[in-house]
């Protein structure tokens, strides 16, 4: 099993920036894709960002491309989310994920571990 914690959710004006961190323990040596996901209120969730373990590939879902940035430190087992340019509708609970498979592009079907979440919200 793997455990997934997020943090650096908040609130922010639009323009803004945050940055959201998932620490991962456990069996992590067994990941090969690590992503974020996103889920707005009566919205499905989406994919946002993935990435192979040592790297490339990378992944962006176009909503978010030029404006996010994913990224890792495998020292710290830490993946983080760079958010900028934040409009009110990245507002969502966003979600940590990893996956033992190999295809790492963002969709809930090719992630099998998920963190509990953390909150961003971004007013106009």
């Known amino acids: 099993q793997v455990q997934l914690v997020e943090s650096g959710g908040g609130s922010v004006q639009s323009g803004g920036s945050l940055r959201l961190s998932c620490a991962a323990s456990?069996?992590?040596?067994?990941?090969?894709?690590l992503g974020w996901f996103r889920q707005a209120p009566g919205k499905e969730r989406e994919g946002v960002a993935g990435?192979?373990?040592?790297?490339?590939?990378?992944y962006y879902a176009d909503s978010v491309q030029g404006r996010f940035t994913i990224s890792q430190d495998r020292a710290k087992n830490t993946l983080y989310l760079q958010m900028s340019s934040l409009k009110p509708e990245d507002t969502a609970m966003y979600y940590c994920?990893?996956?033992?498979?190999?295809?790492?592009?963002?969709?809930?079907?090719?992630?099998?571990?998920w963190g509990q979440g953390t909150q961003v919200t971004v007013s106009s």
């Open positions: 456990g069996a992590i040596y067994n990941t090969y894709c």
């Open positions: 994920a990893a996956s033992s498979g190999s295809y790492c592009y963002p969709h809930e079907l090719n992630y099998g571990y």
């Open positions: 990435q192979y373990i040592r790297g490339d590939p990378t």
